[in-house]
């Protein structure tokens, strides 16, 4: 009986450690300013350009490893073109725990909005105020001064294993575009159009049934 007790014990705290583990890391954590981006390597293809080291998740979201599991976030080109102009953007709060895959912010534009996945899993601990005073720069410069947050990721190498990296991206970029014309042929032939980037501000130009399917074919949400 008293060996079923320690082990009931043991199990007990094993538990509470689990769930309190993201709730600690966060209070404990504090929030350092995040150094000047670089500007990334790019490799052309198909008429756009994609950074080279940088790795990106299934919804058009990005990730830069920094070291340390500081991982740089931001959206990329492809969604920054899809949306073309942005009114405002809202990004989680400091000292907050995302989870890879759930929502990590949400961009505006008149009115109607879009949310967006975190690649990564972490305690975001720093936002690029640039971007919250404009927009647009992740629009215009996705890939260095248009990032959105700083996540210290524990698991980074884990969740890098569910990201798209390498030779793939290329390849991943342009059969979103293929996509993006193929159901545009179907639902607005009017605003399809063959190769190339989509029209910009194609997804706030669209009424709002075809806006939430390429936003779940897309953005996953």
Wanted: aromatic share 8%; glycine share 6%; proline share 6%.
């Amino acid at each position: 009986m008293s060996i079923l007790f320690v082990l009931l014990t043991f199990l007990l705290i094993l538990t509470v450690m689990y769930f309190r583990r993201p709730q600690e890391a966060a209070a404990t954590l504090q929030v350092a300013p995040a150094r000047k981006l670089n500007t990334p390597a790019m490799l052309k293809h198909a008429g756009f350009d994609v950074p080279e080291d940088y790795a990106f998740h299934p919804g058009h979201t990005w990730v830069m490893d920094e070291g340390r599991q500081n991982a740089r976030v931001g959206i990329d080109a492809f969604a920054g073109n899809l949306f073309g102009k942005i009114d405002s953007i809202e990004i989680a709060d400091l000292n907050r725990w995302v989870r890879q895959g759930q929502k990590l912010c949400t961009v505006t534009r008149e009115g109607q909005s879009i949310d967006l996945l975190s690649p990564v899993e972490g305690v975001l601990i720093s936002v690029n105020h640039e971007v919250l005073k404009d927009p647009n720069l992740i629009v215009d410069d996705p890939y260095k001064n248009g990032w959105l947050c700083v996540v210290k990721a524990p698991e980074l190498s884990v969740n890098l294993k569910n990201l798209l990296r390498g030779p793939i991206v290329p390849a991943w970029m342009q059969n979103s575009m293929a996509r993006v014309g193929a159901m545009l042929q179907q639902l607005n032939p009017s605003l399809a159009q063959d190769g190339g980037l989509p029209v910009k501000g194609l997804l706030f130009q669209m009424d709002s049934t075809t806006q939430q399917q390429l936003a779940k074919e897309f953005f996953l949400t």
